[in-house]
């Protein structure tokens, strides 16, 4: 219970320290060639990302964190994966883990989930895999062939975990693009019946992806999956989350509407939280508020690794200041969502989609 009140303070317009919501780009390495990927540019160039002593020094100076998700590339190319997990569960122990791996080596996935899982005991954890429709349409989008054999191998091993390991929440995801916008149901209903993972997301192609016409869709096409995925979960088809599953079923409606909303130009009224709750730490030690921002705030390594000096720093006020005013809108879920949860101006639509 205290754990959840520590919470509560962050709905109230106050300055915070650092960011509870944090994003951590590992690694920019990948196998992966997807044609919607918003992140090629950066894939598989020389770097030189942030070794363990380097991390645990981030971590030891970092507070309680309500939400780290571990994300690249494809963050099990790091040979020390479980290491960073147990490093953040020692010093930060956030009430949520997430893994976002494209699932194409299910061994390695097994062997890093169950040390990883039997050491963080105390924090929920959600892994999610990627699928962009059947397996030939699949792998031709991600342009890996096998690809969509190999995450299926990856979502068995979870399941088998998830026997021992209760709070792991599987997740799967599907990216909507010009290229699978006519296969959208069919996609779906095969994870829904076939996978039965115990959460299903639809993303939207964001940023700039690596072939612009990926981003080129239909909204009625998308429009009509999340009309099927909501009656789904109101009847209960859905499992959700292993934690707070009403709030955060009904959180996710509200948030897929509003993000194809912004997809078709409308405006919402949406208080950002970039920058502020949340910040993204790219391999190098970068520090953004978000993906999308153009310049970094700082650089870990010229802070002492002390997040906190980077967010009460001039430029971080700077940042915040011009997030305000740009008043951008993007329908990145990853940013849609702590931004959507944290706005009091949410709560009653939040309330009215769980009765
Ligand atoms: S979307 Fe993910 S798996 Fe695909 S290329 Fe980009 S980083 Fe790799
Ligand atoms: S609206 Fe999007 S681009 Fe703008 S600050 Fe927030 S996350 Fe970044």
């Known amino acids: 219970m205290f754990d959840q009140i520590r919470w509560l303070k962050y709905f109230l317009p106050i300055p915070v320290s650092s960011p509870i919501y944090l994003l951590f780009f590992v690694t920019s390495k990948c ?40 994300t690249g590339g494809e963050p099990l190319l790091r040979e020390d994966l479980a290491e960073i997990f147990q490093i953040f569960y020692r010093y930060n122990q956030p009430f949520n883990f997430g893994l976002a791996t494209n699932g194409y080596f299910p061994d390695r996935l097994e062997k890093i989930m169950n040390r990883v899982l039997s050491a963080t005991i105390r924090s929920n954890f959600t892994v999610g895999l990627p699928v962009e429709g059947p397996a030939e349409l699949n792998d031709s989008i991600r342009e890996v062939k096998g690809a969509f054999e190999r995450t299926y191998q990856s979502l068995k091993i979870l399941k088998g975990l998830k026997a021992h390991f209760p709070r792991l929440t599987i997740l799967v995801d599907i990216t909507a693009s010009h290229f699978n916008q006519d296969h959208l149901l069919e996609t779906y209903r095969m994870v829904r019946d076939d996978w039965k993972p115990d959460l299903i997301n639809l993303i939207i192609t964001r940023g700039e992806p690596k072939e ?24 209960g088809k859905i499992p959700g989350y292993g934690f707070s599953p009403r709030v955060l079923q009904a959180k996710d409606l509200l948030l897929r509407r509003i993000a194809l909303e912004i997809f078709e130009g409308k405006k919402r009224r949406l208080k950002c939280q970039a920058g502020r709750l949340i910040g993204v730490i790219f391999p190098e030690g970068q520090v953004y508020p978000c993906e999308l921002w153009s ?61």
């Open 295 to 355: 310049e970094p705030i700082g650089n870990l390594r010229d802070f002492d690794y002390d997040l906190k000096k980077i967010w009460r720093s001039e430029k971080a006020k700077q940042v915040r200041g011009e997030i305000v005013d740009r008043d951008c809108r993007c329908y990145h879920q990853c940013f849609l969502s702590p931004s959507l949860f944290f706005d009091p101006g949410y709560f009653w639509k939040m309330f009215q989609e769980m009765i």
């Open 212 to 235: 612009a016409e990926a981003k080129q869709m239909a909204p009625e096409k998308i429009r009509a999956l999340l009309g099927l995925m909501e009656t789904d979960i109101r009847s």
């Open 31 to 70: 196998t992966g060639r997807c044609r919607h990927c918003f992140y090629w540019r950066s894939l598989n160039q020389k770097e030189d990302a942030l070794k363990l002593e380097e991390i645990e020094a981030l971590s030891r100076k970092t507070g309680r964190l309500l939400q780290l998700t571990v």
